[in-house]
């Protein structure tokens, strides 16, 4: 099926609930909306990349410890070139598998179609070590494709079977399908529908429509898909449903009707395209994306690729556990001297936004007296404010109050390096962030995190302007936009160094 909708019953429902949707001030969705799978969406190549990882490491050193069982001579010159064999083996095997396209869903998905030509490609494998390893190391063919078939052959059963247990249930809750939304509902709107169902294998799911007119031009279904609201209540309907993609169907002639539509979704952390139907330019087709034969004009790209999120989580979580370790000393010593010196609990929990501006719980150690705590930061922390303990002013100033947040880390509500979270009621000169600064949730396009680039350029503490904001605002969105795995690197070195500065001393308190 080229094109999943879901029950038009529950779609009817769906628009029902929107229709009588509000929105707060801060763009949250309210209506109890039945609501679209809220389960991420697992990107292919990431599910290919790293199954592509596992089988070189595999086949890797199932060949190196063959060779090494096996291989007669002894001479440092044979066990290079056996272990250049074995590598170049394992190398050739993983393409193979590649050019044969067991790496894709449908390969995960139904793996006993694919045992046989896979143990094929990992004969050719075996033959291409062991036929030119018998000339040059005397290596024991007959042996060597023995061992070879064990170690690699019962890798690649073994771990096909293992995949096809992980992939099913979340195709199952399609979590290999793109959610998409259609901003538009005439007819430029159809023939984006119409071209998207005529396209053969693509796996996607058209949750419904959003458009801001109420005439004919802009009708309540368009074929089978209803309208859920208006563009306004986009922002909140993706931040309580999975959307990955946002497809604008309005012509490009209707430019000033675009800025308005693109100026209320940038801030979301969802591809956002334009469909070229309707274009009258004759650009390259190089200029398009597709979305199977759907031409599409890039606008706004969420700032991490599937891919990059996938890497950044597995080293957020990695390094936090790490650290967790190192500093349990440390924690165990803090949490200490904040019990002995004030009653109540050691941690301090707090409600702050996080991705794509929903809200989590943060833990502190706390550094105020119980009967003084400001779970929402109405009233942001002073110089010598009373309502701070002196263990709490001496953590706050080595920001040793923040180690608990690497338990967020692990719980993948926060990142090691991003913006950092604000918590509801952050002000800046009495007024709310948001109030402040243009564009402001903008920095939530990525998850928070325990330091940023603009806390290591000097930007932390009272936020007593707003011109503090601003900054805090505009190292934010420099960083998302520049992101890159070595930048979180260069960051989490340089913090150490940035507490010590005398920018720090001035501003954290």
Same mark, same amino acid.
Request: glycine letters at 8%; proline letters at 5%; charged letters at 25%.
């Given at each position: 099926m080229a094109v999943c909708a879901d029950d038009p019953v529950l779609?009817?429902?769906?628009? @029902?609930?929107? @229709?009588?949707?509000?929105? *707060? /001030?801060?763009?949250?969705?309210?209506?109890?909306?039945? +609501?679209?799978?809220?389960g991420g969406y697992v990107?292919?190549?990431?599910? @290919?990349?790293?199954? +592509? $990882?596992l089988d070189f490491?595999?086949?890797?050193?199932?060949?190196?410890?063959?060779?090494?069982? %096996?291989m007669r001579r002894a001479d440092p010159y044979a066990a290079v070139v056996a272990g250049l064999l074995a590598l170049l083996g394992a190398l050739l095997t993983a393409w193979l598998l590649r050019e044969t396209k067991h790496y894709g869903v449908a390969a995960l998905l139904h793996p006993a179609r694919r045992i046989l030509t896979g143990l094929g490609v990992l004969l050719i494998g075996g033959l291409a070590v062991g036929v030119p390893g018998r000339w040059l190391v005397e290596l024991p063919l007959a042996d060597w494709l023995r061992v070879w078939a064990v170690m690699a052959g019962g890798w690649f059963v073994a771990s096909r079977a293992l995949a096809w247990g992980w992939a099913r249930p979340l195709a199952k809750a399609g979590a290999f399908r793109r959610h998409v939304v259609i901003v538009g509902g005439g007819r430029a709107a159809q023939r984006a529908i119409d071209? %998207?169902?005529?396209? /053969?294998?693509?796996?996607v799911e058209i949750l419904g429509l959003f458009d801001d007119r109420e005439d004919n031009r802009s009708p309540e279904h368009v074929r089978r898909y209803a309208k859920l609201g208006r563009i306004a209540d986009l922002a909140g309907y993706a931040r309580e449903n999975r959307v990955d993609l946002i497809v604008v169907a309005i012509p490009l002639s209707a430019e000033k009707r675009l800025l308005q539509i693109l100026s @209320? %979704?940038? #801030?979301?952390?969802?591809? $956002?395209? $334009? *469909?070229?139907?309707?274009? #009258? %330019?004759?650009?390259? /087709?190089?200029? !398009?994306? !597709?979305?199977?034969?759907?031409p599409l004009l890039a606008v706004f790209d969420r700032p991490l690729s599937p891919w990059g999120a996938f890497v950044k989580g597995v080293f957020d979580r990695t390094v936090a556990a790490a650290l967790l370790v190192l500093f349990a000393p440390v924690m165990a010593a803090v949490a200490l001297a904040v019990r002995l010196e004030s009653r109540g609990p050691v941690l301090f929990r707090q409600k702050r936004y996080g991705f794509n501006n929903e809200l989590i719980e943060v833990y502190k150690f706390r550094s105020m007296y119980v009967d003084r705590c400001d779970a929402t930061a109405s009233k942001l922390v002073t110089k010598d404010d009373p309502r701070v303990t002196k263990v709490g002013r001496f953590i706050r100033k080595t920001s040793l109050d923040e180690l608990p947040q690497l338990i967020n880390v692990l719980k993948g509500e926060l990142s090691l390096v991003g913006p950092r979270p604000h918590a509801t009621q952050a002000k800046a000169a009495d007024k709310l962030y948001e109030q402040v600064v243009d564009g402001y949730f903008a920095r939530h396009k990525v998850k928070p995190g325990i330091t940023g680039w603009a806390q290591i350029n000097g930007w932390r503490g009272e936020t007593d302007t707003e011109e503090k904001i601003r900054m805090r605002v505009k190292y934010d969105l420099e960083y998302i936009s520049n992101w890159s795995l070595w930048f979180d690197i260069y960051i989490l070195l340089k913090t150490p160094i940035s507490l010590l500065?005398?920018?720090?001393k001035e501003n954290a308190y």
């Open positions: 779609r009817k429902e769906r628009a @029902q609930d929107v @229709q009588g949707a509000r929105t *707060s /001030p801060r763009g949250r969705f309210d209506a109890n909306v039945k +609501k679209a799978s809220r990107a292919p190549e990431v599910a @290919q990349r790293v199954l +592509k $990882i490491t595999a086949f890797s050193l199932a060949g190196l410890t063959g060779v090494m069982i %096996l071209t %998207l169902e005529g396209s /053969p294998g693509l796996d @209320q %979704l940038w #801030e979301l952390p969802v591809d $956002i395209r $334009i *469909s070229a139907l309707e274009s #009258e %330019l004759k650009l390259s /087709p190089r200029a !398009y994306d !597709y979305l199977g034969n759907l500065s005398s920018a720090n």
